[in-house]
């Protein structure tokens, strides 16, 4: 799920894969928050229900559900976005992607989702 304009996002696709993301599917979403500052990319990770949203940008996180996992990448805290009280939404926050995928992997409470196991949700 990106913000991104729609006509963007098989180029988005196309550089995620080259990345070596196994994804098949970019849902793209409107760039700005609406006009109740809710973040566009809300109603596509409900639809979706996924264990774990990663962005780096603290707006994107306002009305995400709760049963999402919500990390946050944080970014220079001069002129960032991702600073306030806001930030007490987010269930984790790290310093870039890197990192917040070991300690995904490395969280004992996080084994249980990896391949093959079947979130209970779906």
């Not at 949203?53 to 946050?72: C, G, K, N």
């Not at 990192?99 to 949700?121: E, I």
């Amino acid at each position: 799920v990106t913000a991104i304009k729609e006509q963007n996002k098989q180029a988005r696709l196309k550089n995620l894969q080259a990345l070596g993301f196994p994804i098949d599917v970019v849902i793209a979403t409107p760039i700005n928050l609406n006009i109740n500052n809710i973040s566009p990319k809300a109603g596509a990770l409900q639809n979706l229900n996924p264990l774990v949203f990663v962005d780096d940008y603290l707006p994107y996180m306002h009305e995400i559900p709760r049963s999402i996992h919500a990390a946050l990448i944080m970014r220079e805290p001069h002129g960032s976005p991702n600073v306030g009280k806001a930030l007490e939404k987010v269930t984790s926050t790290h310093q870039d992607l890197a990192s917040f995928a070991a300690w995904w992997l490395s969280n004992p409470q996080n084994l249980k989702y990896k391949k093959g196991y079947t979130h209970p949700a779906k």
